[in-house]
């Protein structure tokens, strides 16, 4: 008994001096004079497009990721194709790469001097400096979350359920949504919950391709840098408190729904 306490012990000082104290320091610093220097910094023009630029980006990015996500899941599962080998070792590539190195990658791809940046550019089509970088990104970065979750309960759930349904008559639409799709559904809302947490905080690749330009194409994790740099440390610590409340609710709401979910 003892030594399970001592265990427990360890781990919760462990996680509490390398996760909690840092991130509630944050929190703390940001409303340390109260709430109306916060307002006044979240209400202003750059931090307002900033916050609307992120959440828009996630947006986009988390249901593409999901879709794509499934589908490479069924893919590397239940369809083993010549090739999809390679897909199932270049879904970990982001989780391999430097967030930096993605976005040079992109730089270089579609940049100006680019393979195709140049045609694109010829064009109109710009690709840059604009929301199309920081979405490509986000969504770069962002996709092996819901394939490595889903992949390993597909695994587990076998194909028995599945090859039944098909021999009443279901089609392989109807067998998807009626059997797979439940057996997957928590793996699913957890690998969105962690695409979410990743898309809004991602900012390695966006800081390359986006230009930071303010009021244009600079999220909130580009906003929070430049504010620290520019020793307004009210609005680093709102913008960093924003993305945290953000991420913490997505994973809060995600152990709510599963734990609903298996009540019922």
Not at 103 to 121: P, T
Not at 138 to 167: C, D, K, M, N, Y
Not at 214 to 232: H, I, K, M, P
């Amino acid at each position: 008994m003892s030594a399970r306490l001592a265990l427990r012990a360890a781990v919760l000082g462990y996680l509490g001096l390398l996760l909690a104290a840092p991130v509630g320091l944050v929190f703390w610093r940001t409303f340390e004079h109260g709430l109306i220097p916060v307002w006044r910094v979240l209400s202003s023009h750059d931090a307002a497009h900033a916050l609307w630029l992120t959440v828009l980006i996630t947006a986009i990015a988390v249901p593409l990721n999901t879709i794509v996500g499934v589908a490479c899941a069924l893919a590397i599962v239940r369809h083993r194709l010549p090739g999809f080998g390679l897909v199932n070792t270049l879904v970990d590539l982001p989780l391999a790469l430097s967030p930096v190195v993605v976005g040079l990658a992109l730089f270089s791809f579609y940049g100006r001097d680019g393979l195709v940046g140049g045609w694109l550019e010829a064009h109109g089509i710009r690709v840059l400096f604009s929301l199309p970088a920081i979405l490509l990104a986000t969504i770069f970065v962002s996709l092996p979350f819901v394939v490595r979750e889903v992949v390993p309960v597909l695994r587990e759930i076998g194909v028995e359920q599945e090859e039944a349904a098909a021999t009443l008559g279901a089609s392989d639409l109807q067998t998807f949504l009626r059997v797979t799709l439940p057996a997957i559904r928590w793996a699913v809302t957890y690998g969105v919950a962690l695409t979410t947490a990743r898309a809004l905080g991602e900012f390695g690749a966006v800081s390359v391709v986006s230009g930071a330009i303010q009021g244009r194409t600079e999220t909130l994790t580009l906003y929070v840098q430049r504010s620290y740099e520019g020793f307004d440390t009210v609005g680093a610590y709102a913008g960093a408190t924003v993305l945290a409340a953000l991420a913490i609710c997505a994973l809060v709401l995600m152990s709510f729904l599963q734990r609903k979910g298996e009540t019922r």
